[in-house]
């Protein structure tokens, strides 16, 4: 599913953006167990999401454009009180599209982190409409604002 995911956002290709590897992995599992989230059937993984939780003055920063997607993790420490979540990515194979499936475990992981922290907005970089639309449901469903980087 990783495979995937750098395939569809060609993390390899982009700097400004979080590649994900075993390390980062084990570091968002500290910032919070619900970071990512994996749906799976008898062949394998059908679905991804990753999201992160961070803090208001850091999505700022990212979304005025003054700190990469790459920075905005970096800058996260795992421990503290967060009071956003960055929507960072969600990969359906074709055929488990138009289903709901990234949108539930999208909600699904945003109310786990709101148990432990107070989140209160919701913001994304969308590369993709569909990216636009799952955002924005996952926002009515929380009830919670989502601001989206222009770039």
């Given at each position: 599913m990783i495979q995937l995911v750098d395939e569809f956002f060609q993390m390899k290709n982009?700097?400004?953006?979080?590649?994900?590897?075993?390390?980062?992995?084990?570091?968002?599992?500290?910032?919070?167990?619900?970071?990512?989230?994996?749906?799976?059937?008898?062949?394998?993984?059908?679905?991804?999401?990753?999201?992160?939780?961070?803090?208001?003055?850091?999505?700022?920063?990212?979304l005025e454009e003054q700190i990469s997607e790459g920075i905005l993790f970096e800058k996260t420490e795992p421990g503290i009180t967060y009071d956003s979540i960055y929507l960072c990515s969600a990969i359906v194979l074709p055929e488990f599209r138009r289903t709901g499936l990234a949108e539930n475990m999208t909600v699904e992981a945003v109310d786990n982190i709101r148990k432990d922290h107070p989140i209160r907005t919701l913001f994304y970089w969308a590369f993709s409409p569909e990216g636009d639309l799952l955002a924005n449901a996952v926002g009515r469903k929380t009830s919670l604002p989502v601001y989206k980087r222009s770039e």
């Open positions: 982009d700097p400004e953006q979080l590649s994900i590897t075993p390390e980062i992995m084990d570091r968002l599992k500290r910032m919070h167990p619900s970071t990512m989230s994996e749906r799976a059937n008898d062949d394998g993984p059908v679905a991804w999401v990753l999201i992160f939780p961070t803090t208001h003055d850091l999505m700022k920063k990212f």
